[in-house]
């Protein structure tokens, strides 16, 4: 069974950018997709996007393209989400989480801990 | 506002059976497998039902999980304290080509 362990908690500014890293040890790494979901205060969770680390393919939800970048080190087992020109709405939870061997899925194995991110001036 | 609907919250008390319904369309639930997760209070998500009715190793069979047409079911039976949770539903919707998610069900155990 995978482990993913993320980043710890960051607060930035408005404008400036962030990067979370999600790592991965106990199984395989690269032949899964990793998805970048994340949970506003109080909300429901919202996908971002996936790469396929063995790859290194990506498929970004539109709201976000253009300003996440979604890299991985097959490596080190590590993925990373990067944000640029954050906003206050950003404030969230994200979430690193396995997926299928394919993009056509949501979710479909074990979740990272979650990295807090807050956007405050 | 999420793509998938699914009411904010439900009740139950302990040993009853809960239903928490998740509602869609053609391009996501219609043609695509949903997924459940529940997530227990300042904790990640976990997979719960897999591929529309699947139970990965580990959850108890008092979960269940059901389709039809443009709407799923998370089914909970002999409720437990511990099943107080939020619970997602997700699906692939081929019109964004990713996936989407429900608002989130609440779950209180009266």
């Known amino acids: 069974q995978v482990q993913l362990v993320q980043s710890g908690a960051e607060v930035k500014k408005p404008g400036s950018s962030m990067k979370v890293s999600c790592t991965a040890s106990g199984g395989t790494f690269s032949i899964y997709v990793v998805n970048w979901v994340r949970q506003a205060p109080g909300q429901g969770l919202e996908w971002m996007g996936a790469i396929l680390p063995m790859y290194g393919t990506t498929n970004y939800a539109q709201k976000f393209q253009g300003r996440i970048t979604l890299t991985a080190d097959e490596s080190t087992g590590t993925a990373y989400m990067e944000m640029s020109t954050l906003r206050f709405e950003d404030t969230a939870i994200y979430y690193c989480?396995?997926?299928?061997?394919?993009?056509?899925?949501?979710?479909?194995?074990?979740w990272g801990q979650g990295t807090l991110v807050t956007v405050s001036s | 506002q999420s793509v998938l609907t699914q009411p904010p919250s439900a009740s139950g008390t302990p040993g009853q059976r809960v239903t928490i319904s998740c509602s869609g369309n053609s391009s996501n639930i219609g043609s695509n497998s949903v997924f459940w997760y529940q997530q227990l209070p300042e904790t990640a998500p976990k997979l719960l039902i897999d591929k529309n009715n699947q139970r990965p190793s580990g959850v108890p069979d008092r979960f269940s999980g059901s389709k039809s047409g443009t709407s799923a079911f998370l089914a909970i039976s002999g409720l437990r304290s511990e099943d107080e949770a939020n619970y997602h539903c997700?699906?692939?919707?081929?019109?964004?080509?990713?996936?989407?998610f429900g608002g989130g069900t609440k779950l209180t155990v009266l």
């Open positions: 989480a396995r997926g299928g061997f394919d993009f056509w899925s949501p979710p479909q194995g074990d």
């Open positions: 997700a699906a692939w919707d081929d019109s964004v080509s990713g996936p989407v």
